[in-house]
């Protein structure tokens, strides 16, 4: 990605989990969801480290919220991803 200075990569990966759809698994999506990776740039990496082993809770949403409003702009800006999120 290099339209967004704060991503590095992002992918689809709902065909993966697709064909776990019918097993009964932490996995499993339902056909209406989307399973996506985002990966940040080193800078945006840096600015916001956290212990992998412990992240807080805080810090978790923090990146999550300023990784998907990064992708919001690379699809047109048009879309509230943070609404789109399941946990």
Same mark, same amino acid.
């Given at each position: 990605?290099?339209?967004? +200075?704060d *991503?590095?990569?992002?992918s689809?990966n709902t065909?993966?989990?697709?064909?776990?759809?019918?097993?009964?698994?932490?996995v499993? !999506?339902?056909?209406? !969801?989307e399973v996506? %990776?985002? *990966?940040? @740039?080193? @800078?945006?990496?840096?600015?916001?480290?956290?212990?992998?082993?412990?992240?807080?809770?805080?810090k978790?949403? +923090?990146?999550?919220? &300023? *990784?998907?409003? @990064? *992708? @919001?702009? &690379?699809?047109?800006?048009? %879309?509230?991803l943070?609404?789109?999120? &399941? +946990?």
């Amino acid at each position: 990605v290099k339209q967004v +200075e704060d *991503l590095r990569f992002v992918s689809c990966n709902t065909r993966k989990y697709r064909h776990l759809e019918d097993v009964t698994s932490d996995v499993a !999506v339902a056909p209406d !969801v989307e399973v996506w %990776t985002i *990966l940040s @740039s080193p @800078s945006f990496a840096k600015r916001h480290k956290a212990p992998q082993e412990n992240i807080p809770k805080a810090k978790e949403r +923090e990146v999550t919220d &300023l *990784l998907l409003a @990064s *992708l @919001s702009t &690379l699809v047109g800006g048009e %879309t509230n991803l943070q609404d789109a999120v &399941l +946990e």
